[in-house]
């Protein structure tokens, strides 16, 4: 299983910013197509997607309600996600893992693995 190790969260007030991150470690996170996941209190185990990037970085994909946002990119062997503006709605546990790739090109944001990591806590409010 490729371990994910999330990092980033905090508490934050709309209008902010804050940057998630998601080191890979033994392994080369460009070998994959990769996403983030929020998980909600409400939600129980449920992760829906908020964002994915293809192993080549041509596809990137958003959830619609954080476009324009969020911003998900590389830098090397971290992945990241850029949260700008976010509304309390964003709130949740955040988890980075593989995601699933059509044609070797574009990635979705449905998950390849329900094993998980962490998390990292993201809460917005005032």
């Known amino acids: 299983q490729l371990q994910f190790v999330e990092s980033g969260g905090g508490s934050v007030q709309p209008g902010g910013s804050l940057r998630l991150s998601c080191p890979a470690s033994g392994f080369t996170l460009g070998a994959y197509a990769i996403g983030w996941f929020r998980q909600t209190p409400g939600s129980g185990a449920t992760r829906e997607g908020v964002?994915?990037?293809?192993?080549?970085?041509?596809s990137i994909k958003y959830k619609d309600s954080v476009k324009g946002r969020f911003t998900i990119y590389r830098v090397e062997n971290t992945m990241y996600l850029q949260m700008n503006s976010p509304e309390p709605e964003y709130s949740g546990s955040y988890y980075c893992?593989?995601?699933?790739?059509?044609?070797?090109?574009?990635?979705?944001?449905?998950?390849?693995?329900?094993?998980w990591g962490q998390g990292t806590q993201v809460t917005v409010s005032s």
């Open positions: 893992g593989r995601v699933v790739e059509l044609n070797q090109q574009m990635c979705l944001m449905s998950p390849v693995s329900s094993y």
């Open positions: 964002s994915c990037i293809s192993r080549r970085g041509a």
